[in-house]
């Protein structure tokens, strides 16, 4: 294999939240498919300036402020591309094809529905993602728990993981298609979290624990919308990827009182396992809002945790 193509990548968003794309021309790699605009970083460039050029060569817009969003090793059967993929959340001018290519605002839930070159399936999800998510923790009584959901809501938590282990597979449903209705009221997502038995149709998705994911072996029949899992090692992040689930929790980022005797990562090494790994990963344990921007410069999509607002 040669060596890998370096690609800054512009996920270009409107004020109304639309996402632009563009078809890149029959004749080139990938040729014929929706792409988010971008090109070749050159030697001696920094990414930040290789999309700014792109961008500005390419589309006619000055980009003015930009996040990281994920980056993507890919083999392609005849290269090898590692794609910085960075939200451009403000720029300046009209976005016009320069090269003839075409040109779409599109809304992100519409994404689906152009073809993309496959190492974009992961972008595809990113956009879609939080960055934060919420996952349920204990209550002192059945009250006090349901008041807890409803405060979160409230305060803004649209996408929530229930995790009740201390359920029967029976009290879990029930729970799950309360908590659903109430969620739908905010406009908010709820994924059942845990193992197998969980995995519920009719919610928004479902999230397997470490174990599960251990005896896995492919995506769960019946199961329609998002799929995440648990990771704790590099080995299991192998296995997320292999599998094709959507994004995952890697665990423990630091010292947690709910798991006092794992020994926590670190964010050195968090972000030299996410480095290039093909899927979201959101940063669990010991973490919160005020450590998000950290989060992301770890590469992590966001951050999940209990603690910080249940
Ligand atoms: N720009 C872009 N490239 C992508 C995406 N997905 C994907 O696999 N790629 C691959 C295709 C190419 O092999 C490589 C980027 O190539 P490019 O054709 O945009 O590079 P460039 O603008 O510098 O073009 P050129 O000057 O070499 O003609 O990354 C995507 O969403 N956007
Ligand atoms: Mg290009």
């Known amino acids: ?162 995790r009740a282990p201390e359920l029967s597979a029976d009290a879990y449903r029930t729970r799950a298609l309360q908590a659903q209705a109430l969620c739908a009221r905010f406009g908010a997502t709820l994924i059942a979290h845990g193992p197998e038995d969980r995995c519920l149709s009719g919610l928004a998705g479902w999230h397997m624990n470490a174990e599960a994911l251990r005896h896995c072996e492919r995506r769960p029949l019946g199961l329609s919308g998002w799929w995440g899992a648990s990771c704790h090692s590099k080995h299991e992040l192998a296995q997320a990827i292999r599998l094709g689930v959507d994004y995952v929790f890697l665990s423990p980022v630091q010292a947690t009182r709910s798991h006092p005797d794992s020994v926590p990562l670190g964010w050195e090494r968090f972000a030299d396992w996410v480095a290039g790994v093909p899927l979201p990963v959101y940063a669990l344990g010991g973490v919160g809002p005020e450590t998000l921007p950290q989060a992301k410069v770890a590469g992590a999509q966001g951050i999940a945790g209990i603690r910080y607002a249940w």
Not at 93 to 109: I, S
């Open 1 to 162: 294999m040669g060596s890998v193509v370096r690609v800054a990548v512009g996920v270009i968003q409107d004020p109304q939240g639309r996402i632009l794309i563009a078809r890149r021309p029959e004749h080139v790699h990938q040729g014929g498919l929706w792409e988010f605009p971008g090109g070749k970083v050159d030697e001696g460039e920094t990414l930040a300036d290789a999309l700014a050029r792109e961008l500005a060569e390419e589309l006619s817009i000055q980009v003015r402020a930009t996040e990281p969003l994920i980056d993507i090793r890919h083999d392609y059967p005849d290269k090898s591309v590692l794609l910085q993929v960075c939200r451009v959340t403000d720029f300046s001018g009209e976005a016009r094809g320069n090269e003839g290519q075409p040109v779409r605002w599109v809304e992100p839930a519409a994404l689906p529905d152009y073809r993309f070159p496959e190492a974009n399936r992961p972008i595809l999800h990113a956009i879609r993602l939080p960055q934060q998510i919420l996952i349920t923790g204990s209550a002192d009584s059945e009250a006090d728990w349901w008041q807890r959901l409803e405060r979160a809501l409230t305060n803004g938590h649209f996408w929530i993981h229930l």
